[in-house]
């Protein structure tokens, strides 16, 4: 099994322009999630989705978009990239059945916004 | 060595000795914690867990304890190793938060040879 796996590890982008995080899983989990780290601030949950066709807001919503249209993918996409959005990005995902709260993370996607 | 609070402070113990890291908690309706390790350049890494019916569970060299009282959490590293040096997340999830966990901001453990 590989885990969760992200792309790109590391993208250098300009103010305004657009990307997409890949995240896939091989795990069958229903639960897929991401998570930006910042210095001091622990992980905070940006999106995240209990199955196929279903995504929800986390904490910290603006900016990004997802969806889900398989249960392996769940791309996070950045349509106008800001300064603010530079970041170190986790996909982790997990099962959703009862007593299933461990998250499997990926390695992380080192964004920088100039 | 002990650390408190949920900002990121640094814990420096020698090789051998025995780590405590410490995390605070404010949700007194969390029901789940678990602790999680992570290496320079990698993702998080789940540790052990524990629910909120137990004060204390064991896993490899490493003890969890709850104290609900106080909302407070500890991992303790038993003979800590150079390998054990990462930043320590404690994670708590509540009765009425679904599906999120709630992250601490971690603390900086070193390992000295």
């Known amino acids: 099994n590989a885990g969760v796996t992200q792309t790109p590890k590391f993208q250098v982008l300009k103010t305004g322009q657009s990307m997409t995080l890949q995240c896939a899983q091989d795990m069958n989990h229903e639960y897929m999630s991401w998570y930006r780290q910042d210095p001091g601030m622990g992980l905070r949950l940006i999106h995240y989705?209990?199955?196929?066709?279903?995504?929800d807001q986390g904490e910290v919503p603006n900016g990004y978009n997802v969806s889900r249209s398989t249960t392996e993918d769940f791309p996070l996409r950045l349509l106008s990239a800001a300064p603010s959005q530079t970041s170190v990005y986790f996909c982790?995902?997990?099962?959703?059945?009862?007593?299933?709260?461990?998250?499997?993370f990926g390695a992380g996607s080192r964004l920088t916004v100039l | 060595g002990e650390s408190v609070g949920l900002h990121l402070p640094t814990l420096s113990v020698q090789e051998g000795d025995n780590s405590i890291i410490n995390c605070a908690y404010s949700?007194?309706?969390?029901?789940?914690f678990i602790w999680y390790k992570q290496e320079s350049g990698k993702g998080p890494q789940f540790i052990i867990d524990?629910?909120?019916?137990?004060d204390k569970r064991q896993g490899q060299r490493v003890t969890v304890l709850l104290n609900k009282t106080v909302k407070h959490l500890s991992l303790q590293i038993a003979a800590t190793q150079p390998g054990d040096s990462a930043v320590y997340f404690c994670?708590?999830?509540?009765?009425?938060?679904?599906?999120?966990?709630?992250f601490g901001e971690g603390t900086q453990l070193t390992v000295n040879p």
């Open positions: 989705s209990v199955g196929a066709g279903i995504t």
């Open positions: 982790a995902s997990r099962r959703t059945d009862s007593g299933a709260n461990v998250l499997t």
């Open positions: 949700n007194s309706a969390s029901d789940y």
């Open positions: 994670a708590e999830k509540g009765e009425t938060s679904g599906s999120r966990l709630t």
């Open positions: 524990i629910r909120s019916n137990m």
